[in-house]
């Protein structure tokens, strides 16, 4: 038995695969579908009651945020420094911690599984994934070919984000130029183990806008993560970093 | 149906060709390319069900991916028959790296070798290689039908595009 479950919310569809479903999992399920729906209400820079909206518009001060939110900027200033800045809880000049909301959403929502009981389970929040348990095996869509993979990874305790401009456009901006990088059609990171897509996510979203060169010297650098980089080069389209393979199958 | 053409070609779709081009002056380039096969099992027991994968040299160039994609596709005549083995040698493709070509035996129905026959090589070209990026030649597109994913990681979709979505199709798959 297998439990599946999609949820349409924060713009995009979340989707559960529990292959140890039972009925406090079950529940689970429902209860992180709560979570979700509960993080798009204080998050989402799209609703104009939104607790980021309200401090977005002026309307709330920044040092008025909830303890939530404040340790949501304060993870998203760690990410900011770890890369070197490519990485901003700002959007435009206002506050949109998006980057990495929706990462920190999917871990949420496995944490709940897993305090439930749940061993085998895999969260994909609109293209970004975290598994417990497996293994499990994770398409990387092709940004050539829709509907194709570019490539497969495999493994046990997967986490798996990918940034790129294919399905909403240029959405993420270099936050130094404020303009959108050119250089990628997509970029996927891959870590296992004791990794957690939040940060694995807002890590992906800083590399795609640091272009193809710094980025994959960037994530080379990080122990924990490998790369796949899709180029607009119809020549040389991929590049991976050195340890890629040993996720690959 | 494009399913009928797809016979031993289709078991070396799944390969993904990684060719380490580093410039550390080894000899042996098949001994340092790593090389692993990509959904080797599935389209071993499936492989008339392949569907597109198999015949992507066509498709894929379409995208102007061709000549990466048509790596190994463009094979020449098979040796082997429908039992799922032979040698296949890829058409020589020229990358940015320069020429690459590549040789597959298969037994059995999966990829038991492949030969590294053309790489490029040269000073010049090395030294535009990054050390930490490894060009990655995919032979064929992936097939998802093929590939047994449990999810798709991809760009951002919509709650709109999601209808569209590889993942979508896996859910609903496992909702029937």
């Known amino acids: 038995m297998i439990t599946r479950h999609a949820e349409h919310v924060m ?43 309200r401090i977005a518009h002026g309307e709330r001060e920044l040092a008025d945020a909830s303890p939530e939110l404040a340790e949501v900027l304060e993870r998203c200033a760690e990410v900011a420094q770890q890369t070197d800045g490519w990485f901003s809880p700002y959007r435009e000049g206002r506050l949109d911690p998006s980057g990495w909301v929706k990462g920190w ?4 929502a496995c944490e709940l599984l897993c305090e439930a009981g749940s061993r085998e389970h895999c969260v994909n929040g609109g293209g970004d994934v975290q598994s417990v348990g497996g293994p499990w095996r994770i398409g990387v869509a092709d940004p050539f070919r829709p509907g194709e993979l570019a490539t497969v990874v495999a493994g046990r305790d ?18 130094r130029t404020g303009e959108a990088p050119t250089g990628l059609l997509s970029l996927t990171l891959v870590a296992s183990g004791r990794a957690r897509l939040a940060r694995t996510d807002a890590y992906a979203t800083a590399a795609f806008a640091m272009g193809p060169e710094l980025g994959l010297s960037w994530a080379e650098r990080q122990p ?7 180029l607009p080069d119809p020549a040389a389209p991929k590049r991976a970093t050195s340890g890629f393979l040993r996720h690959a199958v | ?19 380490s081009l580093k ?27 392949n569907t597109g994968s198999g015949s992507s040299s066509t498709g894929s160039s379409s995208s102007g991916s ?37 040789r597959i035996d298969v037994s059995g129905g999966k990829v038991s070798k492949i ?62």
């Open chain 2, 23 to 49: 410039p550390h002056g080894s000899q042996s380039a098949s001994a340092q390319a790593p090389v692993i096969s990509s959904g080797s099992d599935t389209s071993n027991t499936s492989n008339t069900g």
């Open chain 1, 11 to 53: 713009g995009t569809v979340f989707s559960f695969m529990v292959r140890d479903p039972s009925p406090a999992v079950d529940e689970a399920v429902r209860a992180a579908v709560a979570r979700l729906h509960a993080i798009d209400a204080r998050f989402s820079p799209y609703r104009a009651d939104s607790e980021v909206s």
């Open chain 1, 158 to 175: 997967l986490v798996v984000a990918t940034s790129g401009t294919a399905e909403r456009g240029a959405h993420i901006l270099d936050p």
């Open chain 2, 66 to 102: 061709g000549s990466s994609a048509g790596s190994g596709s463009s094979t020449s005549a098979p040796s082997g028959t429908k039992s799922g083995s032979g040698s296949y040698t890829g058409t020589a493709v020229d990358t940015r790296y320069g020429p690459v070509q590549v």
């Open chain 1, 105 to 108: 959403a999917v871990q949420q």
């Open chain 2, 115 to 176: 030969d590294v026959l053309q790489y490029p090589n040269g000073q010049q070209r090395d030294q535009d290689i990054n050390s930490y990026a490894l060009p990655v030649l995919n032979q064929e597109a992936l097939s998802a039908q093929s590939a047994q994913i449990d999810a798709v990681s991809g760009a951002t979709y919509t709650s709109d595009g999601y209808t569209q979505s590889l993942q979508s199709a896996l859910d609903q798959a496992g909702l029937k």
């Open chain 1, 224 to 230: 924990e993560l490998e790369a796949l980089a899709i």
């Open chain 2, 1 to 19: 149906m494009r399913r009928a053409i797809v016979t031993t070609t289709a078991t070396a779709a799944g390969v993904v060709l990684l060719l």
